[in-house]
Each structure stands twice: as structure tokens, then as C-alpha cells.
């Protein structure tokens, strides 16, 4: 793989990981839980930057979310922005939202803040895990839009938003950063946390119609929130070692690091993975999945990076099991 050697402002950050044929999969958030706050004014570069959650609140807010290892998104219509804030006693109720991606839990609850300070009372911990009641919408497609943290996100982005607000079924939010800039524009399905990138209105109206049919558009598929980098990159590995692109087909045990087996003698970073596969007719059957790690060639992945950055990735070197 060449490195990018550009300068971030000769060419976009989307259109440089393109060129130099940087996968998509596996790069999901590792958050599982997100906190969404509807802010419909403009953004700064985060979400609780001061810009558009009061500066009085927002480093405490924050704090409060880190400690729960919740994400914090900014969510709007999408549309047109006003650049004014509207928050504050007598602007009238904005939504926020508790979302929990994992598999024991899957829901989306809702209420509503008029004062940014009722933001603080919230209890980022509440649902995590046991039974609860999921109120609102549950089937949200949100799209990043966040010009101001890149200006791929907002150059593509928004024509995929408009593209899937018409969409049948999905109630979609223009939302802050989502993560992976360069796979310009992205969309994360709640409450699943099903991620996907590169697309284009055409392509993300398809991808929803394609989950709603039970497939994932694994060509777009960046993996799932909440699951490590090493899981993603296995799991996808299998669905197209075996041809299932169902959601829900594949299960992932806890990698575990192994070593360097007969003809790989040298080989760093070597992992193994369990995943089980259930098919359409109910039989499962048990993969191993050997997985090597290795860092990408130091490469621009934002529009605003000043110096080339490397990321760690994962390959398959080999799916075993019977079928």
C-alpha cells in the first residue's frame, strides 16, 4: 500500500484513502453507548466543544460521560442550520437520547432538556444493562454532517442524510463526529450500532434497504460499534470467506494472542478468533480465524491533520473449520 504523501489541502482526506486503497472494514467506534443531544444550530469541531452546548455545562457534561464511557453526539434534521444557538428556558423542548448498541440490550430511550443545565442531571449509567423500557423512535440512521471537524463529512454527508430522510422506516439525524473521516460519508444504524462508509445517496438509500432485508452491504460495511477493531476484522472475514452477508449470522469469542505457527516463524502480533457461524437453516458450525496485526502506511486521515498518522489494522491470514 503507497503512502499518501500530499499535503492535507491539495487533496481530501476521502478521496486520498480511496486512492491508496485503504480498507473500510473494521474501523466501527469502540463506543457502545451514546449519548444524543439535539442541537439544531451550527457546530464546532466536537460535541461538547462550547459551541453548542453552553461552555458552563459542557466540560462537566463531558466528564460525566467519559466516566460512563458513553459518546456524546450532536444530533439536527437534516436541512438547513441556523447559526444561532436555541437553547435555554422558553426555546422550547430539544430531544436527547441514551442509545445502547449492545447485544443484551439494543434500545434506544428518549426524553427531552430545555436548560442545558438538565443535561447534568441525566444518569449516563441508567440502562446500561438489565430489562428496561425503550421509548421513541427505534430505528434511527444517523449521518455525520460535522463540516467543522472535516469538510469531507459535510460535503458528502449531507447529500446522504437528505437522501436518507426519504428513506421508508428510518428516522434520520444529522449527527457530529462520528469517526473515520476519510470514509466520508458515514452512517450509524441505532440501536444496533451497524456502521457503514464511502457513500453516496444511491448507495446509502441501498444499504438501507439491504439491512431492512436482513443482508449488510458489506463493500460499505465498517463494522459494528462497541466491538474491537480485531473482532470486526475477523467477523467480516468470514462472511466473505463463506458468503453470508445476514446480520446476526456471526458471533466472535475473545481474541487471544498466539503464537506464530509453522511458515509464519517471525510474525508479529498474531491473533486467534472463534466465531461461530448459524446459517438460515439454524446449523452452526466453528471457524478459526488466524488474524495478523500490522500498521498502516503513515497517511493524512482527516482534511485538518497537519502530520501523517498510523493506525493499527487487522488481516485474515486464514479461516479453518468445517463447514
Known amino acids: 500500500m503507497t503512502q499518501d504523501t500530499r499535503a492535507p489541502s491539495e487533496l481530501r482526506c476521502a478521496d486520498a484513502a480511496r486512492m491508496r486503497g485503504e480498507p473500510l472494514q473494521a474501523s466501527a467506534v469502540r463506543y457502545s453507548r451514546f449519548l444524543l443531544l439535539e442541537a439544531p444550530g451550527a457546530w464546532g469541531s466536537s460535541a461538547l466543544d462550547g459551541s453548542a452546548i453552553d461552555p458552563a455545562v459542557a466540560p462537566r457534561l463531558a466528564a460525566s460521560a467519559a466516566a460512563a464511557d458513553v459518546c456524546v453526539l450532536l444530533i439536527r434534521r437534516p436541512g438547513r442550520h441556523p447559526s444561532a444557538r436555541r437553547e435555554g428556558p422558553g426555546s422550547g423542548p430539544l430531544a436527547w437520547a441514551l442509545a445502547d448498541t449492545s447485544a443484551e440490550a439494543e434500545r434506544v430511550l428518549w426524553g427531552s432538556w430545555n ?192 502530520i501523517p498518522k498510523a493506525e493499527t489494522r487487522y488481516e485474515a491470514l486464514s479461516v479453518s473449520g468445517t463447514e
Open 115 to 306: 436548560d442545558p443545565a438538565d443535561l447534568l442531571d441525566l444518569d449516563l449509567t441508567a440502562g446500561a444493562r438489565g430489562p428496561a423500557s425503550a421509548s421513541g423512535p427505534q430505528r434511527l440512521a444517523l449521518v455525520c454532517t460535522n463540516g467543522k471537524r472535516d469538510q469531507c463529512c459535510a460535503i458528502r454527508g449531507r447529500p446522504v442524510a437528505d437522501a436518507a430522510a426519504a428513506a421508508v422506516g428510518w428516522d434520520t439525524w444529522e449527527c457530529s463526529h462520528l469517526g473515520g473521516h476519510r470514509f466520508a460519508a458515514t452512517i450509524m444504524l441505532l440501536p444496533t450500532g451497524d456502521m457503514f462508509g464511502w457513500l453516496d445517496p444511491a448507495s446509502a438509500v441501498a444499504v438501507l434497504q439491504r439491512y431492512d432485508a436482513g443482508q449488510l452491504t458489506l463493500s460499505h460495511y465498517r463494522g459494528r460499534a462497541g466491538q474491537p477493531a480485531l473482532v470486526q476484522a475477523a467477523l467480516h472475514a468470514t462472511a466473505v470467506r463463506l458468503g453470508d452477508y445476514s446480520r446476526g449470522a456471526f458471533r466472535a469469542s475473545v481474541p487471544r494472542s498466539v503464537p506464530a505457527p509453522p511458515g509464519l516463524a517471525g510474525q508479529a502480533g498474531l491473533w486467534e478468533v472463534r466465531v461461530t457461524h448459524r446459517a438460515e437453516s439454524g446449523r452452526e458450525a466453528s471457524y478459526c480465524v488466524l488474524m495478523a496485526e500490522s500498521k498502516l502506511a503513515p497517511s493524512f486521515l482527516s482534511c485538518a491533520d497537519g
